[in-house]
Nanobody, 124 residues
């Protein structure tokens, strides 16, 4: 089992920044690739960014490219999502997820463990 706890969400004005954290406990975290997903009201959950087990491979998708950056520190059992130049359309609940694989996947069914989510609200 891997337990994931997200934090760092909140209310921010458009153009601002937030840094989300995903703290892991349980099994060896360094064996798991991690992804960040988000779900906006009335929309399906979507992949935002992923990081490989080593941290050297990072992947992003959609409108977050260039603004949302994922990183990890296996010694701290933590993955971060740095979000810059935030837009109202970034408003969502953000989830981190882990999969027992070297590389992250872009689909939620590829992940084994999920956190409870942290809410991000971007005001215009």
């Amino acid at each position: 089992q891997v337990q994931l706890v997200e934090s760092g969400g909140g209310l921010v004005q458009a153009g601002g920044s937030l840094r989300l954290s995903c703290a892991a406990s349980g099994r060896t975290f360094s064996n798991y690739a991690v992804g960040w997903f988000r779900q906006a009201p009335g929309k399906e959950r979507e992949f935002v960014a992923g990081v490989s087990v080593s941290g050297r491979g990072t992947y992003s998708a959609g409108s977050g490219k260039g603004r949302l950056t994922i990183s990890r520190d296996n010694a701290k059992n933590t993955v971060w999502l740095q979000m810059n130049s935030l837009k109202p359309e970034d408003t969502a609940v953000y989830y981190c997820a882990a999969r027992r694989d070297e590389l992250p996947g872009a689909y939620d069914y590829e992940y084994d463990y999920w956190g409870q989510g942290t809410r991000v609200t971007v005001s215009s």
